[in-house]
C-alpha cells in the first residue's frame, strides 16, 4: 500500500476528482492559521482516523478572498508527458547542458522515470517552455512539483524560470537530500507580467557524474503536500508567495486508494 502511493504520479492524483469526497470529512479537522507574516502563513490538520486505508498524500489547498466556491478543490495545469513515460527526452521536454536523458528501467515498481545523466562536471536540466501558451499565467502564482530520486545531496531540484526582455528570474526548491530515495520536491512562484517565456525544470547542479530519476511532474494551482510517510495525527505545513494584508480560505485534504477526502474551509489572513 505504501509503494503504491509512492508511484502514484500526481498527474494522477487529479484525474480521481470525480472520486472526492465533497463533504467535510469527520476524521480531517483543519485547524486555524497561524505564525502570519505578509506574504506566508502555517496551516493546520488533525487526521483523527483512517477508514479507508493508509494514506498516500495529504497536504493542503488555498483560495485568495472570503467567498466562492466553497468546496475549494485542487486545481491542476496540465503539463505534456508529465509521467515521463515516452520519448528521449521525454515528449515535450528538453535537454540543455546535460549529456543524456533517457526513459530508464523503472525504479519505481509498476512505473516509468527518466534518467538524468550528468557527467564530468557538468550542470544542466530537464525543462518544459511554456507548456501551456494558451492559459493565461503572467502574474500568477503557480507550483511545480515531481518525484525525484538521487543519491548525490544538494545537487537536485525543481524550478520556475521567466524570461522579461531577455531577463531571467527563476525560483528553485530545496534541493533532494541525496538519499537514495523519492520525494515530492516543488517550488512556488508568482511569474513576472509581460514575458517572453517561462519554464519549469528539472535541475541539476554541477559536480561529481550523477543519475538523477524523476517521474509524475505536475504544474498546480494553490495547494502544498507533505514529503513524509503519512498517517494518523497533526500536521502543519508553511504557505508561501501569499498577498499582504489579504484573506485566504484554507481547506485540508488527504489522499487514499479511494480518491481525496477534504477537511471543513478556515478562513486565514496575511499580514499588513
Known sequence: MKILGIIIALFVLFTLV??????????????????????????????????????????????EGTDGDTALNITIIPLVN???????????????LVSRARVSDPVKAGNYSV???SEEDEAGNLYQRN???????????LIFGAWVYATAGDRVC???RDVVEGNHAMTSSACHPGDGSWHWLTVTR?????????????????????SVYADGA???????????????????????????????????????????????VVSCKTLE
Open 115 to 117: 534518467e538524468i545523466i
Open 18 to 63: 470525480a472520486c472526492d469526497n465533497e463533504e467535510p470529512l469527520e476524521p480531517l479537522v483543519t485547524g486555524e492559521c497561524t505564525n502570519a507574516t505578509t506574504t506566508s502563513l502555517t496551516a493546520h490538520a488533525t487526521v483523527n482516523s483512517l477508514e479507508d486505508g493508509s494514506l498516500s498524500r495529504r497536504g493542503f489547498v488555498y483560495m
Open 158 to 160: 525543481v524550478a520556475i
Open 131 to 141: 507548456p501551456i501558451p494558451e492559459t493565461e499565467v503572467e502574474g500568477e502564482t
Open 82 to 96: 508529465p509521467s515521463f513515460e515516452d520519448g528521449d527526452p521525454p515528449t515535450g521536454w528538453s535537454v540543455y
Open 218 to 264: 505536475a504544474l498546480v494551482e494553490n495547494a502544498v503536500f507533505e514529503d513524509v510517510e503519512f498517517g494518523t495525527g497533526e500536521y502543519s505545513l508553511v504557505i508561501t508567495g501569499l498577498k499582504p494584508d489579504t484573506s485566504y480560505r484554507v481547506r485540508a485534504f488527504v489522499e487514499n486508494e479511494a480518491g481525496i477526502g477534504y477537511g471543513d
Open 190 to 210: 508568482t511569474l513576472r507580467t509581460n514575458l517572453d517565456y517561462w519554464n519549469v525544470e528539472i535541475r541539476i547542479k554541477s559536480g561529481s557524474e550523477i
